[in-house]
T-cell receptor, first 116, second 113 residues
Framework: ETGVTQSPTHLIKTRGQQVTLRCSSQ?????VSWYQQALGQGPQFIFQ???????GRGNFPPRFSGLQFPNYSSELNVNALELDDSALYLC???????????????FGPGTRLLVL | KQEVTQIPAALSVPEGENLVLNCSFT??????LQWFRQDPGKGLTSLLL?????REQTSGRLNASLDKSSGRSTLYIAASQPGDSATYLC????????????FGAGTILRVKS
């Protein structure tokens, strides 16, 4: 059973650019959640995807968008990067049951984004 | 709005000491509570998960308790070791659209040899 993987591990961008981060779910998982963790803080929920549709969103602006693919992998896209977007971006996969109950979320190693 | 608070923010103890990390949350409508470990610059490792109907969970030297009515959880680490040095995060899973985890800011633990 493979775990959750994320790419790239590190990324440096300049203000105003766009970035795409990728996540591969753990085998058997159908749900992906994305979190942003600023230095010294706990992770903050960005959004969740289930069956290729957004299934909840945190307090993040529309320039944060995502996709989930038929194989349950996912992308996080951030447009018009700002300095405050510098953070560790964590992806978590889980299995949502047909009645909506969700099982444990398993986290990937994260992508560290630095915006200059 | 659910808020999760962790106390203390940082803790330094000598090797071998038993210690307790505290977590509190403001809304008892949770699906479960989870404790994670995070090493510097790394992702999260799940340590213990307590379902809302449970009172405690144990794994090796770790014991976590949950008092949903008072909005509190503790993580007890017995016989601490230098390898336990890390940031410990508490998170609650909300029973709402999105099933999101709400995290505390974490407790930075340093175990001195």
């Amino acid at each position: 059973e493979t775990g959750v993987t994320q790419s790239p591990t590190h990324l440096i961008k300049t203000r105003g650019q766009q970035v795409t981060l990728r996540c591969s779910s753990q085998s058997g998982h159908n749900t992906v959640s994305w979190y942003q963790q600023a230095l010294g803080q706990g992770p903050q929920f960005i959004f969740q995807y289930y069956r290729e549709e957004e299934n909840g969103r945190g307090n993040f602006p529309p320039r944060f968008s995502g996709l989930q693919f038929p194989n349950y992998s996912s992308e996080l896209n951030v447009n018009a990067l700002e300095l405050d977007d510098s953070a560790l971006y964590l992806c978590a996969s889980s299995r949502t049951q047909t009645r909506g109950a969700q099982e444990t979320q398993y986290f990937g190693p994260g992508t560290r984004l630095l915006v200059l | 709005k659910q808020e999760v608070t962790q106390i203390p923010a940082a803790l330094s103890v000598p090797e071998g000491e038993n210690l307790v990390l505290n977590c509190s949350f403001t809304d008892s409508a949770i699906y479960n509570l989870q404790w994670f470990r995070q090493d510097p610059g790394k992702g999260l490792t799940s340590l213990l998960l307590i379902q809302s109907s449970q009172r405690e969970q144990t794994s090796g030297r770790l014991n976590a308790s949950l008092d949903k009515s008072s909005g509190r959880s503790t993580l007890y680490i017995a016989a601490s070791q230098p390898g336990d040095s890390a940031t410990y995060l508490c998170a609650v899973l909300l029973m709402e659209y999105g099933n999101k985890l709400v995290f505390g800011a974490g407790t930075i633990l340093r175990v001195k040899s």
